[in-house]
């Protein structure tokens, strides 16, 4: 399994998402090691749902001993989210290396960032990215080491 086929898959079930982290950050050029696959999906019930299918259709699992189609329940995301202190829903390959990471909430308004998101082409599939100042706001309030480091390239590509 490898992000292209994880992104193609969503498109062709036209599931709106946005990279952003890591995978956002080299896509913008800035070369860099990542682990993992970060979206920020459409959270409303019937896309978050076409989502989990999808996901789950590629053979991908929960992290958590949960049914994957119950991050789709905005009910249960919420009590997650409110009581286990989830950022992140995590699906992961068993016969591979590859870990979708799918924020519990939105980290900026999901239409600003659909909207502000910049096109590119992965593989043969046009993809959105988060934009510069969309991926360097997440960054700063995320404020690992990594991310610290993140904008500094980020703000040298976007100065540049």
């Known amino acids: 399994m490898t992000v292209e086929q994880v992104l193609a898959a969503l498109t062709a079930a036209d599931v709106r998402f946005v990279v952003v982290g890591g995978v956002a950050?080299?896509?913008?050029?800035?070369?860099?090691l990542t682990a993992d696959i970060d979206l920020v999906i459409d959270l409303e019930v019937e896309p978050a749902h076409r989502a989990m299918n999808v996901l789950a259709?590629?053979?991908?699992?929960?992290?958590?001993?949960?049914?994957?189609?119950?991050?789709?329940?905005?009910?249960?995301?919420?009590?997650?989210?409110?009581?286990r202190n989830l950022m992140v829903f995590t699906m992961t390959d068993p016969g591979g290396m590859l870990e979708v990471d799918l924020f519990a909430r939105s980290p900026l308004p999901f239409e600003d960032l659909?909207?502000?998101?910049?096109?590119?082409?992965?593989?043969?599939?046009?993809?959105r990215i988060a934009a510069l100042d969309d991926?360097?706001?997440?960054?700063?309030?995320?404020?690992?080491?990594?991310?610290?480091?993140?904008?500094?390239?980020?703000?040298?590509l976007r100065d540049h």
Request: hydrophobic fraction near 50%; proline fraction near 7%; aromatic fraction near 4%.
């Open 25 to 32: 950050v080299v896509l913008h050029g800035h070369p860099r």
């Open 135 to 156: 991926l360097i706001t997440m960054k700063r309030e995320a404020g690992r080491p990594q991310d610290l480091a993140d904008i500094t390239a980020l703000e040298a």
């Open 57 to 83: 259709g590629l053979g991908l699992v929960p992290r958590l001993p949960v049914a994957a189609s119950a991050f789709a329940d905005p009910a249960t995301r919420a009590r997650w989210v409110a009581e």
């Open 114 to 127: 659909w909207s502000h998101a910049v096109t590119v082409l992965v593989g043969e599939t046009e993809v």
